[in-house]
C-alpha cells in the first residue's frame, strides 16, 4: 500500500519561508514522478511543482517559479517543497502526489496517490 505522508506546514509572516516535506512509502518509487498540489478555501487543487524520481527533472507552475523548488532525496524516499518569498496568495493546504510515469502532470487526476494534506497559512 503505497502511503504519502506530508509534513513541514504552518503559519509563517509574508517573505518568509517554509519547507514541506513528503514521505514516501509502500512501493518503487524509481519510475514514479512526484508532485505538489495546493488547494485554497473555495478554490480548485492548483498544480504546484512535479519531480521525476529518477532523473531528478522538474516542472513548476508559473505562479511560483522563482521561489519554490521541488527536490527529492532518494536514500530517504522523501520529496521536498521549499517555499521562499510566500505571501497571502500562498495560503492553502499543500498535498504530495505521485504517479507511475515518466510524466511531468500538471493536472491532479493524472496522480494515482495522494497525502492528506498539509496546512500553509501566511500572515500579511
Known amino acids: 500500500q503505497v502511503q504519502l505522508v506530508e509534513s513541514g506546514g504552518g503559519l509563517v509572516q509574508a517573505g518568509g519561508s517554509l519547507r514541506l516535506s513528503c514521505a514516501v512509502s509502500g512501493g518503487t518509487f524509481a519510475t514514479y514522478t512526484m508532485g505538489w498540489f495546493r488547494q485554497a478555501p473555495g478554490k480548485e487543487r492548483e498544480f504546484v511543482a512535479a519531480?521525476?524520481?529518477?532523473?531528478?527533472?522538474?516542472h513548476s507552475a508559473d505562479s511560483v517559479r522563482g521561489r519554490f523548488t521541488i527536490s527529492r532525496d532518494n536514500a530517504k524516499n522523501t520529496v521536498y517543497l521549499q517555499m521562499n518569498s510566500l505571501n497571502s496568495d500562498d495560503t492553502a493546504v499543500y498535498y504530495c502526489?505521485?504517479?507511475?510515469?515518466?510524466?511531468?502532470?500538471?493536472?491532479?487526476?493524472?496522480?494515482?496517490?495522494w497525502g492528506q494534506g498539509t496546512q500553509v497559512t501566511v500572515s500579511s
Open positions: 519531480i521525476r524520481w529518477n532523473t531528478g527533472s522538474t
Open positions: 502526489a505521485g504517479d507511475r510515469s515518466f510524466i511531468l502532470h500538471t493536472t491532479a487526476p493524472a496522480y494515482d496517490y
